[in-house]
């Protein structure tokens, strides 16, 4: 797939999305401004390179130039909708990412194996720390907003669906030893395949120029090649 195939299958440009919004551009980047929906993932410079939220500049061919949104950015937008005859303008951004912020801080503390996938939000000698996750719910709520989610995960059009990445990333990232391990027992490669399924289904595939950097190439598919699946 070329680098404008992705973008056109994943993505929408700024102006259409606007259109598709049918308000002004000065509006959809009020509306980013002010922290009510993410900002955009790829802004392709020229028709050679292409700035990532996530892996900065990068080489590409035939590129079209402007900011491309995830396609999710459209259900964000809904949910502002729902809020701005109760705000002012400018509360609107403030109360969208506090209403992130306890959702995603409430659906880790439903988690069976929060200690366990979330180790860094207990001390050493393991109590819950509830500083520690109000302070990973707004750095997460902040990645999501810099339009970050929007270049790996599948549909980040949820907070449950960029905790499920979260947790598939950490999960294949402790079996495969960060994508170093050179040797898997039985045990552990049905670990890494039980964990590898999950992450193909929420991980983006990356375009052309994102996969050689990606978490996708090093720690699946070099993993997969490695164990010859």
């Known amino acids: 797939m070329s680098f404008m195939s992705y973008m056109n299958e994943f993505f929408i440009e700024e102006n259409r999305l606007a259109l598709t919004f049918k308000i002004s551009r000065s509006q959809l980047l009020r509306y980013i401004e002010t922290g009510a929906i993410p900002n955009y993932s790829y802004h392709i410079i020229n028709c050679n390179l292409v700035e990532t939220t996530v892996f900065g500049k990068l080489k590409i061919d ?44 409430q659906h ?36 999501h907003l810099s339009g970050a989610y929007g270049v790996c995960v599948v549909n980040p059009n949820s907070v449950s669906a960029i905790i499920e990445k979260q947790i598939a990333l950490r999960r294949l990232t402790s079996v495969t030893e960060n994508g170093n391990k050179q040797k898997f ?28 950097h990606s978490s996708r190439k090093r720690l699946l598919d070099d993993i997969r090649a490695r164990l010859d699946y």
């Open 185 to 212: 027992s039985d045990q552990q490669q049905t670990e890494f395949l039980r964990a590898a399924e999950k992450f193909d289904q929420v991980a983006m595939p990356f375009s052309p120029a994102d996969y050689p």
């Open 108 to 143: 880790i503390k439903q988690l069976l194996q929060v200690k366990q996938l979330f180790p860094e939000l207990f001390d050493d000698k393991g109590i819950f720390i509830e500083s520690l996750l109000k302070k990973k719910a707004a750095q997460t709520c902040s990645e």
């Open 62 to 105: 035939q590129g079209i130039p402007g900011k491309y949104y995830s396609k999710s950015v459209q259900h964000w937008f809904t949910k502002a909708l729902k809020v701005i005859e109760l705000y002012p303008t400018d509360q609107i951004g403030e109360q969208l990412q506090n209403e992130f912020q306890l959702e995603y801080s």
